[in-house]
């Protein structure tokens, strides 16, 4: 007879050995930060004559559930500069906060804010590459858009690890795969920047976040989109992808069920 | 009841008699800190000179980053125009350590010039380069990177080891350039014609390259390492360091 009542009807240690409460104590160290959970999808920017255009959809998935809708993932810096964030949403809002609070600290100085998108991506890259250094990584891939500290258009990448790189078109996660053959397409090694209208890389833009949106399983047809140019940030954050249409499909062949 | 006693407990889990005993390990989601950027470096010394060259994409898997991401740094110049530098250093592999690194240095070379009053001799600087690598020897720096001033070329593993050489390969397409080097560097496999039979034939003395013949050679290995290697590709850096200074120019490569 078992005179504990506490255990009556829980299973027998003698039969089932020890209740194991090893889930309840995780031992070693921290791994949530180790990888992502809510993320966003694809960046895309094009530099053209006089500025340079960014854009990202609006949607934050939690692994493969569309869980927040309406999420802003292009955040402004200053007067002409853009960022542009793919990857985990909680490590965004944190970037974000950082270049908001030195945003602040820079307008507070006697000579005003005059960091340019150069400077920021900078700062940036080095603020992943100590994250990464210390096994603690911010898990981003970002643009950066806007102007260098001789007045040039300015686009930039920056990742988790530290990596960057820079081009007259880039794209990040998805995009890359994607949007990258589409913009080289349209705006070859060969043809100068001083060539390609504003209207151009926009229209440029929208086609690739179509295709993202008809070929990315973890995109939405809503998106922000940022114009920069010398005259200041023009940030459209509820747009929609319009003309879309699956017409194409029925002469896609090769694969599927089809027999012929 | 003895036979469920007998299946109870396979050392501390949970032991339903029921339960399938499961190998697999708790999966760890482990976050990896390096990756491999790709592109290809090399270097060259003769008598009176140094080149050191590289390719300028940039790559992560099968897709390019950059086609004019430059991987061959001045050091101890300006910090926009690299005026007045006399060391090159070349990083391939991890590009974000690669440019950390060439920070480092460039930082250390600047200080040395202004705490003593002259600019830091080449060997005093390739010794500390590779302390500033083996101070970092449980987390190191990944990749070949060497490293080169004045007619002298260092090259280095991620922990520090160097050595001073007369030519070098590093990067993805080194298995492709290193025996091309051996064979037109050092004259590997070739012999006096007419020296002699079998054993008895004189192999051919390496001697110092012209410049010009080095450059041609650097231009050589990378049109063919293009043609092998995925990784390779869309522009040659080619820096040379004589007495007078270090020149610097780019030429195309193919971009397929």
Redesign the interface.
Known sequence: MDHFPGTWGR?RN???????H?YLHTTGPK?HT??PAVTGTSVIGVKFNGGVVLATDNLASYGSLARFTDVKRLRTFGENAVVGFGGDVSDMQYIDRLLESMDIRENYSSHGNMLNAKNLHTYL?KVF?KR??E?N?LWNHVLVAGFDGEGKPFLS?ADL???????PHLATGFG??LA?PILRRLFP?ERPIEDISKEEAVSALKDCLKVLFYRDARSIDKYSIAVITKDGIDLKEDEQIENQSWAFAERIKGYGAQTK | ?TM??NH??HG??????FAQPTAAPVQ????Y???D?GGSTLGITGSDFAILAGDTR?T?GY?I?????PKVFKIGGDDETGEGAQIVLSVVG???DG??LKERLDNIVKMYKYKHGKPMSVSACAQRLSTILYEKRF?PITYTRFWEGKGALYSYDPVGSYEREQCRAAGAASSLITPFLDNQVNFKNQYVPGSGEGHALEPKKAEPLSRSTAEGLVRDAFTSAVERHIEVGDYLQLVTITKDGIEEAFQPLK?D
């Open positions: 299973p003698d039969v089932y050995g020890a209740y194991d090893s791994t180790s990888s890259a590459y990464r250094s096994f990584p990448s690890l530290g990596t960057t790189f820079s081009g890359a795969h990258v090694e | 009841m469920l006693l109870a407990s501390d889990g949970i032991g339903y008699s760890q989601h482990s976050f800190p390096y990756t950027n940039s992560s897709n980053n950059s086609r004019m991401a991890f590009a974000a440019n950390a987390f971009k």
